[in-house]
């Protein structure tokens, strides 16, 4: 066993603060990963403010991790020490059932070890996350990470990145495609990003006039202020997808409705509270609402091969663990441009 230094939550009222983990050794398929940096996700603070209900505390949280690999057990094939690797939204899963056995690692049938709040295969060990300077990991579940990219840069695209490429890519998004992006954070620059890149005509949908620019900034063709009655209206059935990252109430009748005949709204921003949606506007034009968690691994590695062919990187605010708490006020108040991503030397 060995010890790393993290930042957790003791309770959902307890801000983050030091804590130290105890990590089991390497064993033989599994790689020790030094981490270097850690993205902050909105689905961390609600999981240790027990908004999602009640947590396995202590929790450390943290699922964007990449680092350095430390130490490889003697059956790894797919990593040496040195190498820079990667761990995304879960560790493990049965790796039996149907939906395992397709690469849906994400619907694991029996049981999926999320990166933390969660338990190992055997159902005892608590899982904790990347908040923490080390994390061992099956060799099935870690990410290669090409070399040569900013760290910091490429460490949100293991969630924030792979949770708008699979919607994306499962709806075969190309040249001409019309994507609506509604909502420009963490999720919403990086989907806007993956869009554009794909070759579709990205409009951006957001309440906020302050971000007219950095829509157009990030690869959006088009911008449109969803509070403008008139804008909307104009804009009615024009898109083919659109992908809603909001995790807060909103009027998702009224996006609906910006979608063209066929056209599908997906949800990957989880809002604690249900939406209420309307059947005539999803009757009327044949539109469907789904949501989309993550991608398996294969995908998850296809996606990060895409950000480094095509340089999609996030836009990131690089912080100290010391500034965690003050982060995630700022992420309540959209303050951030466009993911915080955790120095985990400053641990």
Request: proline share 4%; net charge positive; glycine share 12%.
């Amino acid at each position: 066993m060995s010890e790393a230094r993290a930042y957790g939550a003791a309770s959902p009222t307890s801000p983050l603060a030091p804590m130290t983990l105890t990590r089991r050794e390497p064993r033989e398929r599994d790689v020790e990963i030094d981490i270097a940096y850690c993205g902050i996700c909105h689905s961390d603070l609600h999981t240790v403010r027990g908004e999602w209900g009640e947590g396995a505390y202590p929790i450390v949280p943290g699922h964007e991790i990449v680092g350095r690999v430390s130490r490889v057990g003697k059956k790894v094939k797919k990593f040496k020490v040195g190498d820079l690797a990667g761990v995304g939204c879960m560790v493990d899963s049965c790796r039996k059932c149907p939906q395992c056995r397709k690469g849906l690692e994400q619907h694991c049938q029996n049981r999926i070890s999320f990166t933390y709040n969660a338990f190992e295969q055997d159902g005892v060990t608590p899982t904790q996350g990347g908040y923490s300077t080390r994390i061992v990991v099956d060799e099935a579940f870690v990410l290669k990470i090409k070399s040569g990219l900013p760290l910091e840069r490429v460490a949100p695209l293991l969630c924030a990145g792979i949770t708008t490429y699979s919607p994306l890519k499962r709806h075969g998004v190309k040249k001409g495609s019309r994507v609506g992006v509604l909502g420009l954070g963490g999720l919403g620059h990086m989907a806007v990003k993956l869009a554009a890149a794909m070759g579709g005509k990205v409009v951006v949908l957001s309440g906020t006039e302050s971000k007219r620019a950095d829509a157009r900034a990030l690869g959006a063709a088009e911008f449109v202020l969803t509070k403008d009655a008139a804008e909307m209206t104009k804009r009615a059935g024009t898109l083919d997808l659109i992908i809603d990252t909001v995790s807060g109430a909103h009027d998702v009748n009224a996006m609906i409705g910006l979608l063209a005949v066929g056209g599908t709204l997906v949800m990957v921003g989880a809002s604690p509270a249900p939406h209420a949606v309307g059947s005539f506007p999803l009757i009327v034009g044949r539109r469907a609402v789904e949501g989309s968690l993550i991608g398996g691994i294969a995908e998850t590695q296809e996606m990060l091969d895409f950000c480094a062919k095509k340089k999609v990187l996030a836009d990131v605010e690089v912080i100290a663990a010391k500034d965690i708490n003050a982060a995630y006020e700022r992420l309540l108040k959209s303050d951030v441009r466009y993911r915080f991503s955790i120095d985990c030397s400053t641990l």
